[in-house]
């Protein structure tokens, strides 16, 4: 029997697909109604030392991505403290998480204050240079001097974010968020030659599919550096999404883009389409599958000399997608099944990642 069950820093959680700080959190409405589509964790949208006016328009669907200049909470941190954060804890049991940034000295105002409103868990968004982990240590102690709960942190895609989770995990932060959105980013409606973001430059932040790889390289990277919990976030709308992450190391993910695009229903959807996975692969808890992955990094590139794939013909339809994304034409389709020209294959792998039934393999 399956258990998508987690427990994260002393905190447990129904399954791991939580929520996360952004315009699908911004009230306790919200928040209950992710709730009933399934989530197993809430995590509230940002607040900071004053209310935000953000820019308009500031949301825009990219294919299945979406483009945000959306910051944190319109919303003063007294209708949180004292409405929002205690009507979500009396309408449900899982755990909440507050979202608060961006300085130092901002949070080391806030947290306890919304600690004393009823959340379970901090979550610290700090404005920090690329290339200095400074803020965050800073921020790190100054929280945990204040508050008894989990302190989590979110890193941003910054390149150096092993570094950076190392200092964090230095100063006592007790959990990893990675990562944010990526950016900033300019998008431009070319029937107006006007750009989609009403921020200054027209500039906005990119979550969604199109981040994941460098979201699960990001969660990866953590988990080989530290020893905390690291949650994943960034392009999860999928069930193997789910997966992929925990693979790469993370004890959970949060979602965002996929339920502005789909709704609240999205969270359910993922869990099952989870537990379908883990059914069919024999999983029976998320910790079975956790960080698997990372055993198989290589250390140095793998094969520099052309290998090519193998074909199961018991799997093969003829449907030369293979054939069709070849460069060097070295896949042809002969008698409804696909052949690999020894002579013209590189052993690329592009024919292995689009065949849909796996007939390909290395």
Known sequence: MVSLAVEICGLKFRNPILTAAGPTTRDANS???AVEGGAGGLVAKTVS?????????????????????????EDPLSKWT???????????????????????????ELAPKVVAAGVDAVELTIHSPADNPAPIVEAVKTVKEEVDVPVLVKLGPVPKVKRFAEAAEGAGADGIVATGSLGPCLSIDVETAMPLMGAAGGHGWLSGPAVKPLAVRCVADIALAVNVPVIGAGGVSTGRDAVEFIMAGASAVQVCSAAIIHGAGIYGRIADEMSHFMQIKNYRTVEDMRGIALKHLPEAPMHPKARAPEVIRSRCTGCRLCEKSCIFGAVKIIGGVARV??????GCGLCVSVCPTRALRF
Request: charged share 25%.
């Open 31 to 33: 928040l209950l109604a």
């Open 49 to 73: 030392g004053a209310s935000e006016k953000n820019p308009r328009p500031n949301l825009a669907k990219i294919k299945d991505n979406i483009l945000s200049a959306d910051l944190w909470s």
């Open 82 to 108: 004292g409405e929002w954060y205690p009507k979500v804890k009396k309408g449900t049991d899982i755990p909440l998480v507050a979202s608060i940034g961006f300085t130092a000295e901002e949070v080391g």
């Open 341 to 346: 020209d020894l002579t013209r294959c590189t």
